[in-house]
Each structure stands twice: as C-alpha cells, then as structure tokens.
C-alpha cells in the first residue's frame, strides 16, 4: 500500500459506497476506512439518496445493479445533487455500454470486480484517461458480441426488459435469462 492511496494527513474526506453485497460493502469499506475516508454505505437507491443529501459526500462507489435497481441512475442523481462528487462505477456486470453510459451520466471511472481498496482510490483519483492503453489484438467472441448487443438494447430502453425483449423480437424470459448470466471472460 503506497501513501498515495491515502488521503492528505488529518483529511479524512467522505465516501459512499453502494452495494446490495453487504459481505463485499463491509470489506471494501473497512478497507478504505483504514485509507482516511470517512466510509457511509447503502444497500439501495433509496437509502444511498438519504445518505448523499444528508453526508454530502466528497467521493462514491457504487454498483451497477443494486438488487433490481441500476446504479446508472444513482450516478445521474448523484450528479444532479452535487455535481463535484467523483464517482466511481463498479460491477461484476462489465459491458461497453454500460461504462460508456456510467462516464456519461457523470462517473469518473469504472472498474470490474473484484477491485479492491486500491484500485478504487486510484480510480476516484485520476484525472485523465490513459492513452497508453492498448486496444485488443483479438476481436470480441460471439457469445460476447451477443452479450454487449443486449446490453446496448437495454440501455437503449432505459433498462425495461419487456421494451428491449420487444425490439429484439425475444420472449421477455429469454431475454432476462440470458441478462442474468455474467458476461464471457475474453
């Protein structure tokens, strides 16, 4: 652990993190506790709302799906609260239209689990994308290319599952079958 994953002596800076895994929330947030960050969390949109007017945080964390709900629209709400919290999106649940979504509605980063303490202070941390990236040398699967097609679908349909059945000319069911099984590792 590198003092850079610290905050500023005597700065303890608040922090939301938002996650229906109450086992994983307690971890990550007794891990960035021991970080300086003053550590509030929630289990739903509801209570993470309440918690944000109430603590104004500095910084958040939160899962794309918080039980049934999507975390994109705590992001946007977030936001709309208080523009200057850094926000970090975080999910089991990656998809290219999801992180594009997630940076649009106003999120800093966005990061796969399991990530741990570090990894998440760097990403509230960074200012600036990373060019050195490299882009894949391999195309996407099938079975991907199918997964980040639904994906897309149903972010074009504001996350309705029977509107995004509908416009891919799927049975509904199929549709959340297929939605619930977590995307093919490339």
């Given at each position: ?16 993190l ?17 970080r ?21 945080p500095?910084?958040?964390v ?9 975390g ?54 960074r200012?600036a ?58």
């Amino acid at each position: 652990m590198t003092m850079e994953n610290f905050p500023a002596p005597g700065e303890h800076p608040s922090l939301l993190l938002v996650d229906d895994d109450e086992v994983y929330c307690m971890v990550l947030g007794d891990a960035l506790s021991k970080r300086n960050y003053v550590v509030h969390t929630a289990h739903d949109l509801a209570s993470a709302l309440r918690l944000a007017r109430q603590q104004e945080p500095e910084y958040a964390v939160v899962d794309l799906r918080i039980g049934p709900e999507s975390g994109l629209e705590l992001v946007k709400q977030l936001v709309a609260h208080d523009e200057n919290t850094r926000i970090v999106m975080l999910t089991g649940y990656a998809s290219v239209a999801t992180a594009v979504e997630a940076i649009k509605l106003g999120a800093v980063h966005y990061l796969t689990k399991p990530a741990n303490a570090d990894e998440v202070v760097a990403a509230l941390r960074r200012e600036a994308g990373d060019a050195s990236v490299a882009p894949s040398g391999q195309p996407l699967s099938v079975r991907r290319l199918e997964w980040e097609h639904l994906q897309k679908v149903l972010m074009e349909h504001n996350g309705n599952i029977s509107a995004a059945a509908r416009a891919l000319k799927m049975h509904r069911r199929t549709l959340q079958r297929k939605l619930a099984k977590r995307p093919v590792r490339e």
